[in-house]
């Protein structure tokens, strides 16, 4: 069982090292993404010229992966890193942003996922169930409606590509496929923030880099953020102030929040 003391830790972690996050992402959420990365205490660099993607992944503390927009420029940037990362031991995260709305989007996750070593795949319950081949009512980037398990699902696609699986939603579904965590904090307007789950890939990648027990990063990730999002949503009026305030509660969170507020508990395995 993880304790609430680790994700103390691990956010701590983060303020001190400051990792370098390579990040190649969309260019709807790219600057939010870099913004939120930075209020956590890591530092970004956005990249994707073929020239130096393979330097910058070499030297960061963790690649994180967004296929949001993608093209055949992309899709060659995220490779070259990708391999790059894994050689070095550079832990890789992975949004499959729509993955079940297009063959193309499929198609290059699952290439990704095949060619390459990934420590945590982020996503909602729409592009996970996608991935496990499963019928999902998403909706283009958006999660839509569903109605198989999304535990067993999650559990499915990490035993599968031998790598932590993080499902974003009202509850949060983290696992390894063999210990599963599920996470309740986090705010109805998280939805109404594009980029939202985006950003959480970036912070998943944040706490990859200083925890090698991806789990463990990954949950603590989860919660830190969805806490941060808890507090914004009741401080705000609406969509844009929740923008604003997200930013600020990342950056405030502090080790007394996260024990008063944390709202994570193993479940059994399905
Ligand atoms: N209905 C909800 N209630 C509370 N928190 C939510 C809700 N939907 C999503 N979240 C939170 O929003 C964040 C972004 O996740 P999500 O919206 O699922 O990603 P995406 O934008 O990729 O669909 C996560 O931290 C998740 O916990
Ligand atoms: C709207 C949109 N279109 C392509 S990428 C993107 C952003 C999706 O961000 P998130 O998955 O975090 O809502
Ligand atoms: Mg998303």
Request: net charge negative; proline share 3%; hydrophobic share 45%.
């Amino acid at each position: 069982m993880i304790s609430t003391q680790r994700l103390i830790d691990l956010m701590r972690a983060v303020r001190e090292k400051k990792p370098l996050l390579h990040v190649i992402t969309n260019r709807v959420a790219i600057n939010d993404s870099a913004n939120g990365a930075l209020a956590v205490g890591a530092s970004p660099i956005m990249a994707e010229a073929h020239e130096e993607v393979e330097t910058i992944a070499a030297i960061s503390g963790a690649l994180e992966l967004n296929i949001g927009n993608l093209t055949p420029y992309s899709i060659q940037s995220m490779l070259l890193s990708g391999h790059a990362a894994n050689q070095a031991g550079v832990p890789v995260v992975l949004d499959p942003v729509g993955a079940g709305a297009t063959e193309f989007r499929l198609q290059t996750v699952q290439k990704l996922l095949d060619e390459l070593d990934i420590a945590i795949i982020r996503g909602n319950a729409g592009e996970i169930a996608a991935l496990a081949g499963e019928d999902w009512g998403a909706k283009g980037v958006d999660a839509g409606e569903g109605d198989g398990d999304i535990v067993a699902i999650a559990e499915r696609v990490a035993r599968k590509w031998h790598t932590v699986t993080a499902v974003s939603g009202a509850a949060d579904t983290i696992t390894d496929g063999q210990q599963t965590y599920c996470i309740k904090n986090g705010h109805p307007l998280f939805p109404y923030m594009t980029g939202s789950g985006c950003l959480n890939g970036v912070i998943q990648a944040a706490y990859a880099a200083v925890s090698p027990n991806y789990l463990e990063a990954s949950v603590a990730a989860s919660v830190n953020y969805a806490i941060a999002g808890q507090l914004a949503g009741e401080k705000c009026a609406g969509p844009g102030s929740f923008r604003q305030q997200l930013m600020d509660e990342l950056y405030l969170l502090t080790e007394e929040k996260i024990r008063r507020y944390a709202a994570f508990e193993e479940v059994a395995r399905s």
